[in-house]
């Protein structure tokens, strides 16, 4: 048996948006929040706005003043679910997705299968143009 001190530890993950927690440490996410916050990040990232990795992102935000035609809407949730089978599908597998641009705001509706657990969750996405 290992001593304390070498005893493994349950994974801890950063939390998004990087802050504080009570302690005056940094901010700790459990596994699902950990995940959510991972798909909030593609969604809400614009191509080209990360240095070393320049076609991550879906750039939603860009598409908030754009006119919601039945088929930008459409291509959009296609290149959305291909960004996320792309860079979180060893995390997730999308299960449905529903985009809906309207004022100033995206709503994006995703239910997904969480991989480790096998459960599915849903989640609503809000991004608001700055």
């Known amino acids: 048996m290992r001593p304390p001190s070498q005893q493994a530890r349950p994974r801890s993950d950063i939390a998004f948006p990087f802050h504080a ?29 990360r240095v070393m990795r320049p076609d991550f992102g879906c750039g939603l935000l860009d598409l908030v003043f754009a006119p919601t035609a039945p088929e930008l809407v459409s291509t959009l949730e296609l290149a959305v679910q291909a960004a996320l089978q792309r860079w979180l599908g060893d995390l997730i597998e999308v299960v449905s997705l529903d985009i809906d641009c309207g004022d100033d705001t995206v709503r994006v509706q995703l239910s997904y299968l969480v991989r480790a657990t096998g ?5 609503l996405f809000e991004g608001r143009a700055a």
């Open 119 to 123: 459960a599915v969750r849903e989640d």
């Open 21 to 49: 927690d009570r302690r005056g440490r940094t901010a700790h996410a459990r596994p699902a929040e950990h995940i959510h916050d991972l798909v909030e990040q593609l969604l809400f990232t614009s191509p080209g706005e």
